[in-house]
C-alpha cells in the first residue's frame, strides 16, 4: 500500500494546478458569480507565520466550496507594496524599495503557493507597479477636479522616527501606528481628502452590509456625528470688534456658564498672542498666553485628554458676554481643549462637566448650580460627587425651570435660534483624510506647482508620473521628501503656461493605493481605463472579504469614500464595495501572546511543512482549532493530530482501492445513510462558516466508516464508491492536495475541486429501524431492533421479552422502568 507523503504529493498538484490553470476566472461565465477576497496584503520581508496562514485558509475554503457549488469564482492576489514598512526595511537592508518589494513578493507567493492557496495568479499586481499607480494618480486627479483634494497648512502629527506626517487614524494613544514612536506636531503644508464630505453616508450606509456590529459601531464612533448648536459670544472688551463661536451638545445649561476656554491652536489665541486683539483697558496678557502654547503644543492629545489630569492653562485678559443673562465669562487658553473637535473652544459649565469643574476648581473660578438630580440636592457644588452631568431637572435657568435635561436643550436650541444667539449644527470625530507622505515610497502626486498658474493638475495623458529611481532614499527629516532632492524629477513645465514650474514631491499615503485594487482586480492589465465598467459590474462588490478588524478606521473607511466618489461620478453602479465582512480571529503562539518576529515567536508554515506534517494537515489545524472568528492559541499536539486524520483517510482510500473486486456486502444501507449524515453535516456547516464543526463531521464520518469496514471490507462496492469519493469531496476545501491525488487515484481524470459539490437524500436519512440498548440493574444485557415508529409500550414489551433480558428478570419485581426514546430501556429489578 502506497504510504502518505506530503512532500511527494503537494509540489506535484501545486505544479499541475498552475499548468492547468483551473483556478482562472472567466469574465464572461453562465455561472453565477462569488468574489471572494482576502485583505491586500504587505509582502514583508519577514516569513509569513501560522498566524498570517489562517486568513488565506479560510479565504481559500469558501472559494473551493462555491466553485464546487456552481460559482464562477474570482479569488485573486496582489501585493500592497508602497508604504513605511517597505522603504524602512530598504534602508535597513541597503538595498531599494523596488528589489527589497520584488524579493519580498517572490517569497510571500512562493509561501501561498505551498500552502495550495487556490488564487488566479494572471490577476497578479502590486501597487507600486507604474501600471497600477498611473491610475491611482488618475483617480487623486478625480478627487482634485471634484473639490475633493485640497491642500493647507496645518498642525499635523509627525513621527520623528519615519520622519514623516500621520493621518488621526495612524496615531494610536500618542504613538506612531508602525514604529511606536511617541509622536508630536509640526506646521506643514499637507494634501487632504475631504472624506469628511461624505460622513453622514459612511454612518448610514453601514445599513446595507453584513459586518459585524461591533465593527459597524466602530466606524460609526471614529466618524462621531454629534448634534448641538454653535453659540456666539460678543468679546466684550476688545479694542476691536470679536465674536467667538463656541460648539455645545448641552446648552441647556448655559445659564450656568462662568467662563469660556479656547484651544492652543485657536486663532483667537493667535491673535493675542501677535496682540492683533488686545483689552481695552488693563494689561495685556499675550505673554503669559504665548508661554503656555508653547508648552502645550509639547503635549500629545492623548496627554491633553487624560482624565483627571491637574488642569492648566493661561487667562487672556478678555471677556465675552453671555447672551442670555448678560454675564461677563472670562475667556482662557487649556490644552483640554482640542481644536479639531467643534469649535476648539467651550464654554465652561463647571456645575454640571466634571473638566470644566476640574478647571475652576484649580483656578477659583465661579460654579453655578442649573440641574438638580434625582437626590434634590440644591446646595452649592463643592464636590466632584455633585456635579451632575447626565440627568436632572432644570432650576435657576427662567423658562427653563423644571424640565428635564434634554427637553431643556432642544428648548434652548430653539430659544437662541430665534434671538439670533446661535445656529444648529453637527459636528464629526472624522477629520478630513491627510494623504501625504514626506517619504520616496509611494505614488507621487499628480500636481505641478507654478509661479504663475499656482497648482495645476497633471494631464491626463501625461500619467503616470513616474517615481524616479534614488541611490539615497532617507528622508531628512526637515518636512520635504526625499524627492526634492532630485532635481530632474521636480524641475517640470507648468502644463498650462509651459513656463518653469515644480513637481510636488510628496508622496501618497499607502491606503490611498488600497483604497481601489479590489475594483483593478476585474480588469488588471488594461492600460486605457482603471477598469472596464462592464467588468466592474460583473465582479463587483466583493462578496466575501476577509481580514482583521485592525483595519475598521482607516482601509475600510478609506475604500468606502472611494466607492462613493466613483458611483458619484459614474463610474460604478454600486456605492459601498463590500457587501460581507468576515473578521477571523488571530492564532496566537502556544503561550496564548502575539506572535511576533521581535518575541521569537513565530511558526512558520516551512518549517512544519519540511518536516512532513504538510499543508493540508496545517490547514486543517488552522481551521479546526476553533470557530473562525475567535482567536485560538496554535498547538504542536494539534499538528500531529491533523495529520493521524489525513493519515486514515488515505489508509481507508488505498484499502477500498485495493479490494475493489470484493463481493456484495450487507451494510449498504448503513454505509449510504452514514454518507448522507456526513454530506448534510458538513453543507450546514459550510454556510454558516462552522469550519471547525464540519472538520469534526468529517472526523466523525472516518471513524464511522472504519467500523462499517469491521463488519462489510469494501463488499458493498457501490456504496463504499460512494462514501469515499463523497469523504474526498467534503474534505476538498479543507485539504486540497490529498484529496485531488485519492480522487485521481479512484480514476477521475477531472479535478475534485470542479466536481460538483455532493447532495444529501433527506429520504436516506429517514431510519426504517432503530436499535434500542437494553439495561438490567445498570448492566447491558441486550440490544432491541425496532420500527422507528414504534410506541414506548411496545419497546418495553419487546425489551422484557427478549431472550437475553429474560434471565434477569423472571420471578422478580421490576420496580422501576425508565425509556429513553429511540435510545435505551433501563429495568431496575
Avoid at 507594496?81 to 530598504?90: D, K, Q, T, V
Avoid at 462489510?712 to 463504499?720: L, N, Q, R
Avoid at 462514501?723 to 479512484?746: K, N, Y
Wanted: hydrophobic share 40%; glycine share 6%.
Amino acid at each position: 500500500m502506497k504510504r502518505y507523503n506530503p512532500k511527494e504529493i503537494e509540489p506535484k498538484w501545486q505544479q499541475q494546478w498552475a499548468e492547468s490553470g483551473i483556478y482562472r476566472a472567466s469574465d464572461d461565465s453562465k455561472k453565477p458569480k462569488r468574489y471572494i477576497l482576502e485583505y491586500f496584503p504587505y509582502p514583508s520581508g519577514a516569513a509569513m507565520h501560522v498566524g498570517h496562514v489562517r486568513n488565506y485558509t479560510i479565504g481559500d475554503a469558501l472559494t473551493r466550496h462555491a466553485r464546487m457549488n456552481g460559482y464562477n469564482v474570482l479569488h485573486p492576489m496582489g501585493w500592497d507594496a508602497f508604504g513605511l514598512p517597505a522603504e524602512n526595511y530598504a534602508i535597513k537592508t541597503g538595498i531599494s524599495p523596488q528589489e527589497a518589494i520584488k524579493q519580498n513578493t517572490t517569497r510571500f507567493k512562493q509561501q501561498l503557493i505551498q500552502m495550495g492557496f487556490g488564487y488566479d495568479w494572471s490577476r497578479e499586481f502590486a501597487s507600486s507597479d507604474p501600471e497600477y499607480y498611473h491610475w491611482t494618480q488618475w483617480f487623486f486627479l478625480l478627487l482634485f477636479r471634484k473639490g475633493l483634494a485640497y491642500q493647507k497648512e496645518s498642525l499635523q502629527w509627525w513621527c520623528p522616527v519615519d520622519k514623516t506626517v500621520l493621518a488621526n487614524e495612524q496615531v494610536e494613544n500618542g504613538r506612531c501606528w508602525r514604529c511606536g514612536s511617541e509622536v508630536e506636531k509640526k506646521a506643514l503644508k499637507q494634501w487632504f481628502f475631504k472624506i469628511t464630505d461624505y460622513a453622514d453616508r459612511l454612518a448610514a450606509d453601514l445599513d446595507k452590509v453584513n459586518w459585524s456590529d461591533a465593527l459597524k459601531s466602530m466606524q460609526r464612533n471614529w466618524i462621531g456625528r454629534k448634534e448641538g448648536i454653535n453659540i456666539t459670544y460678543k468679546v466684550a472688551n476688545a479694542k476691536t470688534s470679536e465674536e467667538i463661536a463656541v460648539f455645545t451638545t448641552r446648552p441647556d445649561t448655559n445659564y450656568g456658564a462662568t467662563f469660556i476656554v479656547l484651544a492652543p491652536e485657536h486663532p483667537f489665541i493667535q491673535s493675542v498672542m501677535r496682540q492683533t486683539i488686545v483689552p481695552k483697558e488693563g494689561p495685556s496678557h499675550w505673554q503669559a498666553v504665548e508661554q503656555y502654547v508653547q508648552k502645550a503644543l509639547a503635549k500629545s492629545d492623548v496627554e491633553r485628554k487624560e482624565e483627571g489630569r491637574l488642569k492648566s492653562g493661561a487667562f487672556t485678559g478678555l471677556y465675552v458676554t453671555n447672551p442670555l443673562n448678560n454675564k461677563q465669562l472670562p475667556v482662557w487658553v487649556s490644552d483640554f481643549v482640542l481644536m479639531d473637535f467643534g469649535t476648539g473652544a467651550v464654554v465652561g459649565v463647571p456645575g454640571h462637566d466634571m473638566r470644566d469643574f476640574e478647571f475652576a476648581k484649580q483656578f477659583d473660578l465661579p460654579i453655578e448650580r442649573v440641574v438638580v438630580g434625582s437626590d434634590g440636592d440644591k446646595s452649592p457644588i463643592t464636590r466632584a460627587e455633585q456635579v451632575q452631568e447626565e440627568s436632572g431637572k432644570m432650576i435657576n435657568s427662567d423658562s427653563l425651570n423644571g424640565l428635564a435635561i434634554h427637553e431643556a436643550t432642544q428648548k434652548m436650541m430653539d430659544l437662541m435660534e430665534e434671538r439670533g444667539m446661535g445656529v444648529r449644527t453637527h459636528t464629526y470625530h472624522l477629520r478630513d483624510w491627510l494623504i501625504s507622505r514626506q517619504r520616496y515610497w509611494g505614488a507621487p502626486i499628480p500636481i505641478v506647482h507654478c509661479e504663475s498658474c499656482g497648482v495645476v493638475p497633471v494631464p491626463d495623458d501625461q500619467l503616470p508620473v513616474v517615481l524616479p529611481p534614488m541611490q539615497s532614499f532617507e528622508p531628512s527629516g526637515d518636512g520635504r521628501s526625499p524627492l526634492a532632492r532630485v532635481p530632474e524629477f521636480v524641475n517640470t513645465l507648468c502644463p498650462k503656461c509651459s513656463g518653469p514650474a515644480q513637481r510636488e514631491t510628496d508622496t501618497m499615503d499607502g491606503f490611498a493605493c488600497s483604497s481601489w485594487y479590489f475594483l483593478r482586480f476585474a480588469d488588471p492589465h488594461n492600460a486605457q481605463a482603471a477598469f472596464s465598467q462592464g467588468k466592474v459590474k460583473y465582479w463587483l462588490p466583493v462578496d466575501d472579504y476577509i481580514g482583521g478588524a485592525e483595519h475598521a478606521v482607516m482601509h475600510l473607511l478609506y475604500a468606502r469614500m472611494w466607492v462613493k466618489v466613483m458611483h458619484d461620478d459614474g463610474l460604478i453602479v454600486f456605492d459601498e464595495p463590500f457587501m460581507t465582512l468576515r473578521n477571523q480571529g488571530m492564532i496566537l503562539a502556544p503561550d496564548g501572546q502575539k506572535m511576533s518576529k521581535s518575541k521569537g515567536n513565530t511558526i512558520e508554515p516551512d518549517l512544519l511543512i519540511e518536516q512532513g506534517y504538510g499543508a493540508d494537515s496545517i490547514r486543517i489545524m488552522e481551521l479546526f482549532i476553533g470557530p473562525w472568528n475567535q482567536s485560538a492559541n496554535w498547538s504542536v499536539e494539534g499538528m500531529g493530530g491533523s495529520f493521524r486524520f489525513l493519515q486514515r483517510v488515505w489508509a481507508l482510500t488505498q484499502d477500498f482501492i485495493a479490494a475493489k473486486q470484493a463481493e456484495t456486502g450487507s451494510k449498504e444501507a448503513e454505509l449510504r445513510r452514514a454518507g448522507h449524515r456526513a454530506i448534510k453535516a458538513v453543507s450546514d456547516d459550510m454556510r454558516t462558516l462552522g469550519f471547525n464543526t464540519a472538520i469534526a463531521a468529517l472526523m466523525e464520518y472516518v471513524n464511522e466508516l472504519y467500523k462499517l469496514k469491521i463488519d462489510d471490507p469494501f463488499a458493498s462496492k457501490d456504496a463504499w464508491q460512494f462514501v469515499v469519493e463523497s469523504l474526498l469531496q467534503l474534505l476538498a476545501p479543507f485539504a486540497p492536495h490529498i484529496t485531488e491525488e485519492l480522487w485521481h487515484q479512484l480514476g477521475h481524470t477531472d479535478s475534485v475541486h470542479v466536481s460538483e459539490w455532493p447532495k444529501y437524500d433527506e429520504a436516506v436519512l429517514t431510519v426504517d429501524q432503530m436499535t434500542i440498548v437494553v439495561q438490567v440493574n445498570g448492566k447491558v444485557r441486550a440490544e432491541l431492533s425496532v420500527a422507528a415508529n414504534a410506541g414506548a409500550e411496545t419497546i418495553i414489551e419487546a425489551a422484557q421479552a427478549h431472550d437475553r433480558v429474560k434471565p434477569y428478570i423472571e420471578g422478580k419485581e421490576i420496580k422501576k422502568t425508565v425509556y429513553v426514546p429511540g435510545r435505551l430501556v433501563s429495568l431496575v429489578v
